[in-house]
């Protein structure tokens, strides 16, 4: 269950504070884009592009399970732009952006409206958030067979063409940089500052406060200290006048080590049947943490010469990024760097080549099998996702994890 909303702690410091409630852009807080207003300075707090499409799941039967999500062009997508047509963009002074999946739609902001505020992010968050985009283009952009434009983007009471890379560079190049914990001036006293959310690299909540009163955005985050990311900090949840909450679900009915548990026995099971294992992922974000679990739980039941691969236009340097960001990560991450060991276990697999990125599915198989193999797109309709899908579906051997 996804909520949205503002909660505002009722005191005389409120009444001071000139906050006016938000105007949620977006039909969906899973995909935020929220309009305030704080002591008379226009703010827009990310910038998401919603995609919709439906899915249905089939389970072959016998031994590990291929399950069909749906593929290809089989299925419909819509890509829905938040209705920024009903604010004025021009009056718009400042755009944050919490993380990298809550910026897709920032190139028509930045490069089809009239909108010439500043933008602030974390450092990974924009490149992160730049090679979601680039992967979205590649994906989605172009009919592979026709060559002509495959999926369009709804725009309000239009439609437009996905962006290109050049939207997606000259967008880019007008972020600023924040560091966590970093304050910025805007004007009139009102200042930003981005706090950790635990959520993922660089993502962040912010703070937006003045001498006459304080606000937090918070996006998706976590308090888990389970993850490579450093911890949540929960600063922007007290001392403050109102909190602005969206992408907020409520707690698993599973607990999140059951889940992984069975998640890895069945990826074990295929692994000692032969099979091959598909897990669909965004080339950022939980991929790093999935596989670092996998990894390790593989070693420990003795599959010591199983590599992974992540095959994704972007995956070589996703992974190399992901390698350089010691000071975005968790304590005992940090330690590692002090140590002079990497922060992550991936460039230590990628040492000892059991894992391995690719831009296509097809040079996987250069390497012997089984194969686990990390994907794009999430989605199921795009993508290297379909020709492995293709491939693997008939055999019950092979599992897909979603």
């Not at 996804?2 to 000139?18: E, F």
């Not at 709804?154 to 560079?169: Q, T």
């Not at 199921?380 to 979603?402: H, Q, T, V, Y």
């Amino acid at each position: 269950m996804w909520c949205t909303g503002v909660c505002i702690r009722l005191s005389g410091k409120m009444a001071r504070s000139n906050f006016k409630t938000q105007a949620s852009l977006s039909n969906n807080p899973q995909f935020p884009c929220t309009h305030i207003v704080f002591q008379h300075i226009p703010i827009l707090l990310d910038a998401s592009l919603e995609l919709q499409f439906q899915r249905n799941v089939e389970q072959s039967q016998g031994g590990a399970s291929m399950v069909s999500s749906g593929f290809a062009s089989s299925l419909p997508l819509r890509m829905i732009m938040p209705g920024v047509s009903a604010i004025a963009l021009e009056d718009v002074e400042c755009l944050l952006i919490s993380n990298c999946y809550n910026m897709l739609a920032l190139p028509y902001i930045t490069e089809y409206t009239q909108f010439r505020g500043k933008i602030y992010a974390t450092g990974p968050t924009v490149e992160f958030g730049r090679l979601m985009m680039e992967e979205l283009v590649h994906n989605f952009a172009i009919n592979r067979q026709t060559g002509e434009p495959a999926y369009i983007v709804e725009c309000d009471n239009e439609v437009r063409h996905l962006y290109s890379i050049n939207d997606i560079e000259r967008c880019m190049s007008k972020v600023n940089i924040l560091r966590y914990d970093e304050f910025r001036d805007l004007r009139d006293g009102v200042c930003i500052v981005p706090r950790s959310s635990g959520f993922s690299l660089g993502a962040a909540n912010w703070v937006i406060e003045s001498p006459s009163g304080k606000v937090s955005y918070l996006a998706a985050s976590s308090n888990s200290e389970f993850g490579h990311s450093r911890i949540i900090d929960t600063s922007p949840l007290s001392d403050v006048d109102a909190i602005i909450t969206t992408q907020v679900c409520k707690p698993l009915e599973v607990p999140l080590w059951e889940s992984l548990k069975v998640a890895l026995d069945m990826i074990a099971r295929s692994i000692q049947h032969h099979g091959n294992i598909l897990i669909p992922v965004h080339p950022c974000g939980n991929m790093f943490e999935l596989i670092s679990i996998i990894s390790q739980d593989l070693k420990a039941r003795g599959f010591t010469e199983t590599p992974m691969h992540v095959v994704s236009p972007v995956a070589k340097r996703s992974l190399q990024f992901a390698n350089i960001q010691g000071e975005w990560m968790s304590k005992d991450r940090q330690m590692h760097i002090y140590e002079a060991r990497h922060p992550l276990i991936l460039n230590d697999l990628l040492e000892e080549r059991l894992l391995h990125h690719h831009e296509h599915a097809d040079s996987i198989f250069s390497y012997r099998g089984p194969y686990i193999v990390f994907v794009g797109h999430p989605s199921l309709i795009a993508g290297e996702f379909s020709k492995l899908f293709r491939r693997w579906k008939r055999d019950p051997r092979n599992l897909l994890r979603c």
